[in-house]
């Protein structure tokens, strides 16, 4: 196997995957995975979760919430979040791939405007990629990859966990 292959191939054999994680990412990420099989857990999940926030509060759920699910599968909320994770991430061969996530109830219209207007990616992509890719390449593939509105609310015919 050549040295770039190796470098590339996530097997927990893997010193790069085993060094990519913190030890509370990889407990979290066997803890919440585990979870994620029980079906009673995943069918009643809205429950459970407005049982832990009138429990805790909002504060604390927040908390809990961001060190365990949403800390698992999301980068962050920000710019500012989103950006070291997305450098980490890189520096152990791993490519970002930067959405945006509809938490609440919109309309249809809504979630075509946010995602019309969600300017994430085009400003996290420069800073991830100025050292490799030129401007023209840069907008190239921006345009490439824009919104297009009959495809901005994604939610239509979607079977979720909800």
Avoid: W
């Avoid at 990412?25 to 429950?47: D, M, P, S």
């Avoid at 060190?67 to 991430?89: K, Q, W």
């Amino acid at each position: 196997m050549a040295a770039a292959d190796k470098h590339r191939t996530f097997y927990f054999q893997n010193h790069l995957f085993r060094q990519s994680k913190t030890n509370f990412e990889i407990i979290r990420a066997y803890v919440v995975l585990r979870l994620c099989a029980f079906q009673t857990l995943v069918k009643h999940n809205q429950k459970i979760l407005a049982t832990l926030r009138a429990t805790l509060g909002q504060t604390l759920f927040k908390k809990v919430l961001k060190n365990t699910f949403y800390g698992h599968f999301v980068g962050g909320e920000s710019l500012d979040e989103i950006e070291p994770v997305v450098a980490r991430l890189k520096h152990f061969g791993v490519k970002s791939i930067l959405d945006y996530s509809v938490e609440s109830d919109l309309s249809s219209g809504e979630a075509v405007k946010t995602a019309q207007d969600s300017k994430l990616a085009a400003e996290v992509a420069p800073a991830a990629f100025k050292d490799r890719v030129d401007s023209k390449t840069l907008q190239v593939t921006r345009d490439k990859y824009a919104v297009h509105e009959e495809f901005a609310d994604r939610r239509k015919d979607v079977v979720s966990a909800r």
